[in-house]
């Protein structure tokens, strides 16, 4: 495919330009494209940051994405509960759910294929077992189905706000009121793909309300109970009030090398078990590299 730059998009940057020439491929397809040489300016290999020009003449070479497989993988994990329905993991911080752009091994579900053998085939064959998600550097519990009637059924609870999920999460900033409630819809973010917003009027409807655990000179520890599992919803409610989570450079936290995640752990979940009907409530404890961190012990 070719395409000649017109006076309108001149100073776009390329990969951005292609996404809008090209909207049925992802700009991550793209950029992959254009690490790869597939993509041509002048018939030069450039960058995915190059902006382009009046007349630029591009050429692209569009490549089909190499088949992503659920293959088992010797990863440890910790498991907090078992039967025969279902299991709960205590994922760590930095650890993908399931496979997809750039991440093709080490995922949850790579490493409860060798553990478990068998999981649900609702979620299809790149996602065996998966109910719900948690965000890469989000750590916590995450449930995970072994047959498809327990995935249905969990699945059901999710969706009809019968389970109750707890999230511990640190904050910038000195959060005035003792507990209170985010109410905002979410929905993409028009210019920055890879974000959430709760600033448009338009989105999914979500839900998030916190109490203060504990005040630490700039910063603020919360309890955050959600009711809807929108994709990144606390941290963009609790950013859209002023008080980003600590690590989360996407919505405006300063950098914490050090920490190399956020401070936000899925540390409580409630729900009934798919056959019984019993009441379920589990715990994970914060794990090590929070405890220890610095503003903690202040």
């Known amino acids: 495919m070719q395409f000649t730059v017109t006076t309108p998009d001149a100073g776009k940057r390329l990969d951005l330009f292609l996404h809008q020439q090209l909207p049925q491929f992802s700009r991550s397809r793209i950029q992959d494209w254009i690490e790869e040489g597939r993509v041509q300016v002048n018939r030069g290999k450039t960058r995915a940051s190059y902006a382009v020009r009046v007349s630029d003449a591009i050429d692209v070479q569009p490549a089909e994405p190499p088949p992503l497989h659920a293959v088992a993988e010797d990863i440890p994990l910790t498991v907090l509960y078992e039967d025969d329905d279902l299991v709960a993991i205590d994922k760590p911080a930095g650890m993908v759910v399931h496979a997809g752009a750039g991440v093709h091994s080490g995922t949850l579900v790579n490493a409860l294929l060798h553990r478990f053998k068998a999981l649900s085939g609702v979620g299809g064959a790149l996602r065996p077992g998966i109910v719900h998600r948690l965000d890469r550097y989000t750590s916590g519990i995450i449930l995970v189905a072994k047959n498809d009637a327990a995935h249905q059924k969990l699945a059901a609870q999710f969706s009809g706000r019968q389970v109750e999920k707890i999230y511990l999460g640190m904050v910038h900033g000195e959060v005035k009121q003792e507990q209170g409630r985010i109410e905002r819809p979410i929905a993409r973010d ?39 599992g929108r994709t990144h919803q606390i941290r963009v409610h609790l950013a859209s009030i002023g008080h980003p989570v600590v690590g989360d450079t996407l919505y405006g936290a300063p950098p914490r090398p050090a920490l190399g995640r956020y401070f936000l752990h899925a540390h409580r979940i409630r729900f009934h078990q798919p056959t019984t009907g019993e009441e379920i409530v589990l715990t994970s404890p914060l794990p090590r590299e929070l405890e220890d961190l610095e503003i903690l012990s202040a």
């Open 190 to 228: 028009p210019v920055h793909r890879t974000r959430m917003t709760a600033r448009l009027s338009a989105g999914r409807a979500a839900w998030s309300e916190y109490r203060v655990l504990r005040r630490i000179p700039g910063f603020t520890l919360l309890e955050v109970r959600i009711g809807t």
